[in-house]
Structures are given as structure tokens and as C-alpha cells.
């Protein structure tokens, strides 16, 4: 069928039309319609700064730090450094399950915070950050590295965060590590995962001794898998019946021990592009370590990523993957069998974060789903130029998406299903559309994996087809 | 590491040992059960007609507020932020503020922006008055919109304090003194009460009493609002603004919290000359009476019998299940008012309030909570002030208790002591519809008693042996 860009370029104009002159020069140039043929940047502008006013879905800096990358470390404390609500809020939010025993192998489910008041402003924290450090090593003596988060007020008040680590990390003989992740830094998350990264560089990758004799040609780590809902275990499952030896998974259910060999690894696989990039390049530039972007989400793209990872290996490697595709791809069959004709035709809208837009859009598409937008919080030109291909002629694209743009296009759209966040959950449901945060999998999950793929199709289908949506509209309004 | 070393330290954890060690420190705060102003601010915009919370500052912190509340509440909640950024460190956030206003008005139609700060925009020293003022001159922030402002750093106090100068800036600014004199309404203020059943549960105790009421901020509806196939950014039956402008003039005004409400009350009587009366959260049976009597005093009508009835019926639960609270041990944490309400509950029914902590409760609190525990000799408990959750693991695994009451984040200490955990205050996170339920009121006195002892009576039926396994409970 022939798409009418006129059309789509009209729904556009007439939603943009609410902004004054200023914003809606500004917005335009971040919402486009998808031509396969084209650049990504020509679709939409990415990663400059959100309109003031304009209820954006983006989070900060510090969000991208501590809550996306760090967060999930298990072995470490993570201080949220400043007053008291960063860490409230991102406080067990974020479903990035570990295992190990809380407050001994693992500090997940803490909140730790130097609390500032007043007077810390006023003269400053490092003396408070130093006695705090002192604490956590006494109360959480088994804690493998202390991580210094800092909030907004830090890099305003002047405290000097990295000489408080240096001494304290000769003290008490851990790591150590400030980070710069201050919340006014950057536009978005986007800036957090990369400081976060970068001190990773600086700090952790490198330091740990690889014992030669357990090394394999086999070896691989896992980047950009935060295991929401147990992702990187069901993720883990088919690396290893591929024959593959995971030394580490970053970050979810992840260590700074691990961190600290996976220099010694064949291959980084990485699965978000967004946030850790930039740590693959590192390996890749210093270690010469190759990496190589997965989706994970749904049998055809498994598929694909299993083949494309197993080329890189032997012919051993690559007769085992191709018996792993073999061993799942009835029980995937019966999956669609089961879902598909529940779904087939429905339409999705995306907005997530900076990979789960294009990532998920292969997953739909097993389902017979049409994702028609798609839009991302905090992605980078190099995020539009992979989605091009993965979506539809016609499909809008969007950066940055705010609810008045969200909610308008849904209105002329019309979808099945709206796929985003928690902010966002809500304001679709009081519409009447069937919803699922994808950000947590809706306390669901995994959705990685084949294992996470029997689960996405069952959860996209309940919210679909619930009988509940059905009682929307009373009897005496029909 | 290995199980038996693992095992060592936990077991090390739970010493009184560790517990000193834990009680000593000073600088490190962990697992603290307390939000920072500006989550107030924006919760108290969402009582107002039309109102937009619009915070000076940047984006990921709104984005915090927006997500804690919505997943709280399950409902949308819209707030918007002037998106400071580095630029904003430097040279001031005027300019983001002017555009703020600017692109919100064009977008969101509001009748009033709601204007809070964060730490960022008080740090860098932004007059927000002079924002708002020359925002209005300029043109960006146009004269029919209200715009009333407060400070909330989030380096002061907690988000109790937040909701507090937001509530009072809204009424100051607002707020016309009449020549004609005093109404018969009587303003009713909850403060930072998340739990939409208590309010709803007020409004149906003034109904039956037949006095004129003013719910101010009333977001029962706003953060309660159907489905039916709309979205509304501003759902009907928030306090109305003509209301907010008159409510000065109402005989006088209740507040049902006094650690959310101090700025408030003390405006409301020395700039308004209000009667601002300040009651205990009407939890349990003593507290609702009191209320009553508040009522009844105010408004010189006498506690219609339809009310006595339903206390006759919550008295007649609580005797019939006593037994079951009786000399039970608690832990209760959460915000101040909600826990001096608890407290007297627990110890109307012969329960033991064995530990109260408070990550941000006061001197005034603790004199509170001990005065309580002084009037009831027999049940002794621990008060604790400006103490973490990570405390209150300390003193559940040193001297254990029967059952945790309070926020969410309890269930990590509750799980590790092996107790239950009923949720209570702010924020609810796993549990569906219980901020729909009141524990104010004669009805909040059935729901209490209902959750605390079928948890225990659930928990007997589920380790009992097979021959203890009854029918009858």
C-alpha cells in the first residue's frame, strides 16, 4: 500500500500548530515521517536541549548515572551525594533484579544519601561525604567500591568529591569513585550514561588480575542489559547453550569484580547501544576487543543476533547456536500460533527511552503488530539512523515527545496499544487504550530472550484483549 | 563469597553489636522513609482548579516527582519544569522561567501555575518573585493566570514542608479579606495526606453533620478521576479558585496534620484573622471524637446520631477483635501525623506501639508520641526522630515486634524480620487500592482493624499445624 506522506505530514503540522512560532520551529524539526531511504537525522533532531515548560518525559544526569548504570552494580554502594529526594525517588524504581544477600553481596535495594541540609550547602560536604564514606565501611564491611553520585547542588557548591576518594580510597582500601553526574549536566539521562561510562574507563576497566588459565576462546560479556525483570538471566540461558562463557553482564544483576576483568574477554555483545557505547569503543579502541550490537527481543531478531554473534566464533559455536534456533523456534512457533491471531493488524505507539523503540519494533511485528510511531526520550542521531530501518514508510518518528504531542497523535492514530512509561500509563488508560510501561515491563518480565518473549506476547495480548476494556462505556452510552 | 561467610556477617547484622554501630552514625543516611519539598509543592497544585505545577528547575527532577506520584496515586499526574540546565547555572534561569510560562500557557490553558524550586534554582539565588513579576511585565505570564510562588529547597525539611508553603502561597496570594464578615463554611485543610479514602471519608462526615465545607487542597477527585475514555490534564471537583479567593472569609479553618500545615495555619490567622484550628489526624477512635467535637463546637451543631451510630459499630468491631491485637508488638514509621494517629489507635485496642520512627519528625513529635505513651502506662514504646529504615532493621531484629505499619519501603525490613507489613502513608507502591480506603474516621477504625488482624489470622492459618487448623477464629 502506498503511503501517503501528505497525510502524515498533515497530522504533524496540525498538532504543532498549539505552540507558538518559536516552539513549533523547534518541534518540528523533531518529529518526522519515516522513509526507509533516508538519514536518520533527517527524520529528527536528537539530543539538544528540551523546550522550558513543556512537560518532556526526560529524566537527568544523575538518573543516567546512578539510576541506569550504576545502580544495578550489586557489589557497590551507590551514595546518592546531595539532599535528600534523588535518591527517594530512583529508590527500587527501576525493577534491576540481583541476586546475592542484601546489605552483605548486594546493595540493590538500598538508598543510601548524605542527606544535605542547609548547612552543608552553606559550607560545604566534604566532611560530611568522608564520615559518610567511614560508615558505609564499617556498617557493610563486605562492599567491593563506593560510589559517589553526584546530585545537582555539587558541582554549584564547589565540593571537591574527587580529593574526599582519593583519601578515603587509600583509607579504606576499596575503590572509590566520584562522579560528575550532577542533574543540570546535559538534556537528559543521555549525558549521565556517558559520564558514567567514562569513569568506568578511568576507575574500574583494566584493574582486575585475569586468571590466564580459566580464560576460553569463548569468552564474551554482556553490555547495555540492565536486567529488568530478570532479562540477563533469560539472555544468559541462550548464550550459554550457544557455548559461550558470559564473564560479566553489565550492569544488571553485575559486579565491579567483573567489571574489572572483562578486558580479558573475545567479545563485548551489547545490547543498548545508547548507554554504553561508549565503554564497547573503549575495549575495542584499547583492548582491541570487537563488539557487536544484539536484539534479544522476539524469534526473528533472536534469530539474526544468534547467527550474526555465532559468526564470529568456530564452527563448534556456530553448529550448537544453530541447534538452539532449532530447539526454539517450534516452541516460538506456538506462541504465535497462540497470539497471533488475537493481535495481528493491532497498532502500537512507542515512546521509551533510547534502544526499546527500534529494539521492540521486530518483537511487535512476530505478533502481526504494526508499531505506526515511535519516539525516543534521550536518543542520539546514530539511535535515528538505526530506527529508520527497522520502521515502516510512513511510520512518524519522533525526539523527545512530549504528553500534549503524545497524547494528540494517539487521538489521530487511533492505536490498539500504547507502549511507554509510567508517566504516561495513566493519561493513555483514561483515554481507553490498553497500555504496558515499558520502561519496567509493568512489573512483569523478562521480556528478553525466548523465555521473555512467551511472556512479552502473553502481556501484550492480556492488555489488548482484557475483558475489562470492554466496560469502558456504559450501557446507557452505547 | 561463601554461604557460611555471607551468613557470618548477616548474622553479625543483627547483633546489638551492629546496632550501636548503626545508632552511631552521623553523616550516612540509609533507607530514609522521606520525599524532599518540591514532591509536595506539586502534590499540592494538583488539589487546585486547573492548575499546573510548574517547577523552577530541571527536568529529571519533575520527571521524579511526576513518576513517585503517578505510581502512588495510579493516575496521571501532570507537572512541567522551566528545564534548567548548565546555561541556567550561569547565567540564571530568567530566561528559561519566561519561556517556561510562555510555551505552558500556550499548551496547557491553566488558570493558575503553581511555581516551586529545587535545589539548582535556590542555589544559583533565583528571585522567584522577580521571575514571576517581570514575567508578567514582559508579557510571557499572562494577567488572568494566577501564579503564586514558594520557595521549597530540597535541602530543607521534607516534602512536608514543601506541600506547606505551596498551600500557603496559594492562599496568601490568593486570599480576599471581605468587608461582609464570616460565612458559616468551615475550610478543611488534610495537608500531605496521600490517602484519598480519608479525605473522601471527611467530606462525608461534614455532609452528614450539614456544614458548609471547603476542602482546600482537594486533589480526592483530581488524583481519583474515572475512566470513561477521556483524558482530562485537569479532572473536575479540585477546590475551585473563586473558593480559594473567599476561603478567608470561611468562620474557620480545620487542619487534620500539623507538621505539613505550620506556615499555613499561623498565615491563616495572623494575616487573615482566621480561626485556624489545628486537630490530630482523626485516627482511632479518641482522635475521630475529638474531630467530632471540633465540628460540633464550630459550627454549634450537635454529633447527628447517624455518626454516634457508626461509632457504636467501629467499637463494637474493635471489642470483637481485640484479642487479636492485644499485647501484639508494632513497628510504625512514616510521616508525623499519621503516626501519632496510629499510635493512639494501637493502643486503644491494647496493641503495643513499640517502636515509632520518623525520618522526619520533630522534638514536638517526640514529645507527642511519649505524652501518648505516658497515658497508657501499661504499653511502653520507643519513639524514634530523624532515624532511617535502616534503623528500624536494627531494633526489629534486636527486639522483635508482630507487624510493620507504614510506607512501601518497609518490606525489605519486614521481610528480613519475617513480619507482616501493612501498607500505610506515603508512597504506596505494591499494594492496589488501599489509598482508596480511609484510617480516618469511625470507618478508618473498621479498615484498620479489618487489615491488621485478618493478616494475623491469615498467618495462623497458613503455619499452623493441621490440627489447630479451624474453622473458627
Known sequence: ????????????????????????????????????????????????????????????????????????????????????????????????????????????????????????????????????IKELHELFPTAKGIIIESECPIGLIGDDIEAVAKKMESEIKIPVIPIRCEGFRGVSQSLGHHIANDIIRDFVVGTGEIDESKKTPYDVAILGDYNIGGDVWSSMKIFKEMGLNVVAHWSGDGSIEEMKITHGVKYNLLHCYRSMNYIAKHFEETYGIPWIEYNFFGPSKIKESIRSIAKLFDENIQEKSEEVIKFYEPKMQEVIDKYR????????????????????????????????????????????????????????????????????????????????????????????????????????????????????????????????????????KK | MENEEVKKI??????????????????????????????????????????????????????????????????????????????????????????????????????MFAVSTTCMSEIIGDDLGSIVGSAREKGHLSENIFAPYANTPSF?????EGYDSMLNAIIETLGKKSDAGKTDAINIIPGFDTTIGNINEVKRILKIFGINYLVLADYSNTLDSPLNGEYKMYPDGATKLEDVKSCVNNKATILLQKYSTKKTAAMLSEKFGQEARVVKSPIGINYTDEFLMTLSELSGKEVPKELEDERGKAI???????????????????DPDMLIGLTSYLLEMGGIPKYVLCSNGTEDFEKEIEAL???????????????????????????????????????????????????????????????????????GVINLTTWIVNKFIDILDDTCDDAHFELLR
Open chain 2, 316 to 334: 463494637d468491631s474493635m471489642t470483637d477483635a481485640q484479642q487479636y491485637i492485644h499485647g501484639k508488638k508494632f513497628a510504625i514509621f512514616g
Open chain 1, 341 to 476: 491471531p488475537r493481535l495481528e493488524g493491532k497498532k502500537v505507539m512507542m515512546l521509551v527511552g533510547g534502544l526499546r523503540p527500534r529494539h521492540i519494533v521486530g518483537a511487535y511485528e512476530d505478533l502481526g503488530m504494526k508499531v505506526v510511531s515511535t519516539a525516543y526520550e534521550f536518543a542520539h542521531a546514530d539511535d535515528y539512523e538505526r530506527t529508520t530501518k527497522e520502521m515502516e514508510d510512513g511510520a512518524i518518528i519522533a525526539d523527545d515527545m512530549n504528553e500534549y504531542e503524545f497524547v494528540e497523535l494517539a487521538n489521530r492514530l487511533k492505536p490498539d496499544l500504547v507502549a511507554s512509561g509510567i508517566k504516561e500509563k495513566y493519561v493513555f488508560q483514561k483515554m481507553g487504550i490498553p497500555f504496558r510501561q515499558m520502561h519496567s515491563w509493568d512489573y512483569s518480565g523478562p521480556y528478553h530472550g525466548y523465555d521473555g518473549f512467551e511472556i512479552f506476547a502473553r502481556d501484550m495480548d492480556m492488555a489488548i484483549n482484557s475483558p475489562s476494556w470492554k466496560l469502558v462505556k456504559p450501557l446507557w
Open chain 2, 156 to 160: 530543607v525539611g521534607s516534602h512536608l
Open chain 2, 373 to 443: 505513651f505516658a497515658s497508657y502506662s501499661e504499653n511502653q514504646g520507643e519513639v524514634y526522630i530523624d532515624k532511617d529504615l535502616w534503623h528500624l532493621r536494627s531494633l526489629i531484629m534486636t527486639g522483635p515486634v508482630d507487624m510493620l505499619i507504614g510506607p512501601s519501603h518497609g518490606k525489605f525490613a519486614a521481610r528480613e524480620a519475617k513480619v507482616p507489613h501493612i501498607r500505610a502513608g506515603y508512597p504506596i507502591f505494591d499494594r492496589v487500592n488501599i489509598h482508596r480506603y480511609p484510617i480516618y474516621g469511625y470507618s
Open chain 1, 1 to 132: 500500500m502506498a503511503v501517503n506522506f501528505k497525510e502524515q505530514e498533515g497530522i504533524v503540522e496540525d498538532i504543532l500548530s498549539a505552540y507558538s512560532e518559536r516552539a513549533k520551529k523547534n518541534r518540528k524539526e523533531h518529529i518526522g515521517i519515516n522513509d526507509k531511504e533516508t538519514c536518520g537525522t533527517c527524520v529528527a533532531k536528537s539530543n539538544v536541549k528540551s523546550l522550558p515548560g513543556v512537560m518532556t518525559p526526560r529524566g537527568c544526569a544523575y538518573a543516567g548515572s546512578k539510576g541506569v548504570v550504576w545502580g544495578p552494580v550489586k557489589d557497590v554502594i551507590n551514595i546518592s551525594h546531595g539532599p535528600i529526594g534523588c535518591g527517594h525517588y530512583s529508590w527500587g524504581t527501576r525493577r534491576n533484579l540481583a541476586n546475592g544477600e542484601a546489605g552483605v553481596e548486594n546493595f540493590v535495594p538500598f538508598q543510601f544519601t548524605t542527606d544535605f541540609k542547609e548547612r552543608d550547602i552553606v559550607f560545604g560536604g566534604d566532611k560530611k561525604l568522608e564520615q559518610a
Open chain 2, 10 to 111: 548477616k548474622d553479625w547484622m543483627n547483633t546489638e553489636e551492629y546496632k550501636e554501630k548503626n545508632f552511631s552514625r552521623k553523616a550516612i543516611v540509609i533507607n530514609p522513609e522521606r520525599a524532599c519539598q518540591p514532591l509536595g509543592a506539586v502534590l499540592c497544585a494538583a488539589g487546585f482548579e486547573n492548575t499546573m505545577a510548574f517547577v523552577h528547575g530541571s527536568h529529571g527532577c519533575v520527571a521524579y516527582y511526576r513518576n513517585s506520584l503517578s505510581r502512588h496515586f495510579r493516575e496521571p499526574f501532570a507537572a512541567v519544569s522551566t528545564s534548567l540546565t548548565e546555561d541556567g547555572a550561569v547565567f540564571g534561569g530568567q530566561a528559561n522561567g519566561f519561556e517556561g510560562f510562555k510555551n505552558a500557557s500556550a499548551l496547557y490553558k491553566p488558570k
